[in-house]
């Protein structure tokens, strides 16, 4: 068999059309929205992303103000521009993108984000919300990767009630928030978080209707582990001499029923739901 594609990019574009109008709505009423981002260093990824968060928002009419500081920068630097972006009224959201340069604390700095202008959805106190909160809508930002796996498996129509889900990995930014958001009400999965220190991944793993990747260990899900049928989403990403790696195997493809691209499949997803929360958070 071959895998449907879980495309992405396709579903985000669709998402970004959606938020266009509503940007236009209530551009109206005289409320703009605006995403900020503070990015410090040159890492290459991290540039690449930010860089497309801001041709996110120019592509659905969102104001972007972007900050960017030298790898030197100090922690009162940090500080000073998360306290500007804070402050700025034509910021709604805003993100500071991680990972911080060796020698600051990334949790200390997200800390000190105002709540209701945490774009990314991982601010304690929201993340608190979203443990607290299992049923009913939460007045707050949700986490934007888990967001954005979540919808694209509902505009497939890959049905997640009852559904057993393989996590694989306990990150902040996908795996941990990921397992609270599958078992809210009105999703009704049930996840199973897997980690480097889970005994019999393989067997977990083989039981899955779904299964979320997202270790960064390339190409670590086999084809002989994945039920036949079940919808594959590869998270993870590696680069290894000049190439980008997923953690899903290629061959996958011809045991899944669904599978999403990596990259093209969950990022483009993510750069839409933070483009989404920035929108919320305005209205």
Known sequence: MSAVILDGKLTAGAIKAELASKVAELKQRNIHPGLGTLLVGQDPGS?????????DCEQVGVQSIRIDLPESASEADIRK???????AKEVTGFIVQLPLPAGIDGNSMLELIDPAKDADGLHPMNLGKLVMNVSGEINSPMPCTPSGIIELLRRYDVPLRGAKVAVIGRGLTVGRPLGLMLTRKGVDATPTLLHSASKNIEASIAE?????????????????????????????ITRSNGKLLGDVDPAVSN?????????????????AMLVKNVVEAAS
Do not use: C, Q
């Open 81 to 87: 521009a998360i306290e500007d972006l804070n402050s």
């Open 47 to 55: 540039l690449s992303y930010v860089s497309g968060k801001h041709r």
């Open 208 to 236: 899955a209707d779904i299964v979320v990747a997202a270790l960064g260990s390339p190409n670590f899900v086999k084809p002989e582990w994945i039920k036949p049928g079940a919808a594959v989403l590869d998270v993870g």
């Open 255 to 271: 045991v899944a029923g669904y599978l999403s691209p990596n990259p093209g499949g969950v990022g483009p997803m993510t750069r």
